[in-house]
């Protein structure tokens, strides 16, 4: 097999059993058997469990975030452009989270927190480097700060009622409270100041 053929064997596998089982409760054997290689074969391509799964969800984030940045619709002004672009990122950074890795590994687990911290920093790098592809938004320093601003504010808020939340229901809620009574405020702010 060639080698980005091997990667990507490794990937749909991990994926598969990701989304069935959760990141905690699958094994490094389990992913190797789905792709039909060797256990030591996913190490040759892959640091660790940890890795595969990072991989993944940059995979995942990178085509979602590159279609959500695409779909601007023309007739939205920029206020309620960037309100649209959060709250689907942050939906999207939900279900990367209650998909990929499952909750209870994120709640339970010690090295989750890190995890997390790494990705939301490169998603929110992500972002920005997807924002300013976007001839629409101005490229001044002092923008792309406010811009960062409003994704730190609206990634950390999300996260916090994501890892507090005891139910989906109660997700939906804060997301909807989210949206109506902090969003408006923080989008004013970043493109206003």
Same mark, same amino acid.
Do not use: G
């Given at each position: 097999m060639e080698a980005d053929k091997i990667k990507d064997s490794i990937k749909r596998a991990a994926q598969d059993l990701f989304r069935k089982f959760g990141y905690h409760k699958t094994s490094v054997n389990e992913i190797a058997k789905r792709a039909k290689i060797a256990k030591a074969t996913i190490y040759k391509y892959f640091d660790s +469990?940890?890795?595969v799964l990072h991989t993944l969800l940059m995979d995942y984030i990178r085509v979602s975030v590159d279609d959500l940045i695409l779909s601007n619709h023309p007739d939205m002004n920029e206020e309620a452009h960037?309100? *649209?672009l959060?709250? +689907?990122?942050c939906r999207l950074s939900y279900t990367v989270c209650n998909e990929f890795i499952g909750w209870?590994?994120?709640?339970?687990? !010690?090295n989750s927190q890190d995890?997390? $911290?790494n990705l939301s920093n490169e998603l929110e790098d992500l972002l920005m480097a997807s924002f300013t592809r976007i001839t629409a938004i101005? $490229? !001044?320093d002092n923008? @792309? @700060?406010r811009m960062r601003f409003l994704i730190k504010c609206s990634k950390s808020i999300v996260f916090s009622f994501a890892f507090t939340s005891v139910s989906d229901s109660d997700v939906?809620? *804060?997301f909807v409270s989210f949206q109506k009574e902090i969003l408006p405020y923080l989008v004013k702010a970043a493109i206003t100041i």
């Open positions: +469990k940890e890795h960037l309100a *649209n959060i709250m +689907k990122t209870d590994f994120i709640r339970e687990s !010690t995890f997390l $911290k101005r $490229k !001044t923008y @792309q @700060q939906r809620k *804060n």
